[in-house]
């Protein structure tokens, strides 16, 4: 029995680690500073992959960022979202106005504005959280905070096409939001970190059950 949960354990860490990058990886807005000392979740970045890798699908991946029970902040020096791609290459980038939307989510895609430093030849701020980031988009709405906007969805891709890997972070963040919370009535910027907790306690998890599971044999073998 317990060589049959040892290779279960093995199978489930490394199966989630090799799962096909269309499942979607999440990552959590939980930093309200740069030390991350609150636990509040203030929304999710997930990535998705798109495409097949041909020329008529490239490799493309869909970023959803989902923001609640907040907002998009509608003034200030934010951005709605930042990131960063290695190598800083030129990205075609695209609203999604046709993905379908979850029970409770807007998104407007003309309260919204493509950056790229390739174009614009600047880098984004989103202090704390760093000055250089170099791809943005911006929120552009009316009145200050008083859009409804919880949701963005884009498409990136670039020459040769995109994947997961090639998203990296600035000192430690992988993504940046300048969101506004209804609660506190402030505008604020929040960072999701990288990697996620969960991604090494699945990775972790898989090892340990591939170690154990050589070990027992090992001694198995030993005993013969």
């Known amino acids: 029995m317990k060589r049959v949960w040892l290779i279960l354990a093995a199978f489930l860490g490394l199966a989630a680690q090799a799962a096909p990058a269309s499942a979607g990886t999440v ?3 939980n930093c309200n ?7 509040t979740n203030y929304g999710t970045v997930t990535l998705n992959q798109l495409g097949d890798g041909t020329v008529a699908h490239p490799y493309t991946v869909e970023v959803i960022v989902a923001l609640a029970p907040n907002t998009f902040a509608g003034t200030g020096a934010g951005f709605a979202i930042n990131w960063n791609i290695t190598g800083n290459p ?11 939307l979850l029970p409770g989510q807007t998104f407007d895609i003309n309260n919204f504005a493509i950056k790229d430093n390739t174009v614009s030849g600047k880098t984004y701020k989103a202090s704390p959280f760093g000055d250089d980031w170099m791809y943005a988009i911006d929120s552009k709405q009316n009145g200050g905070n008083a859009g409804n906007d919880n949701t963005l969805i884009f498409d990136v891709t670039k020459t040769g096409g995109l994947v997961l890997t090639d998203f990296v972070p600035l000192s430690g963040f992988m993504f940046a939001v300048d969101i506004w919370n209804s609660v506190t009535n402030k505008t604020f910027v929040v960072a999701a970190r990288v990697p996620e907790p969960q ?20 001694r198995k073998l030993a005993r013969a």
Not at 33 to 39: F, I, K, L, Y
Not at 90 to 100: E, M
């Open 90 to 100: 030129d990205l075609t980038t695209a609203l999604d106005g046709t993905h379908p």
């Open 199 to 218: 991604t090494w306690l699945l990775f972790l998890t898989g090892l340990a059950g591939l170690t154990a599971l050589v070990m027992l044999r090992r």
């Open 27 to 29: 990552y959590t807005l």
């Open 33 to 39: 500073s740069a030390a991350c000392g609150s636990p």
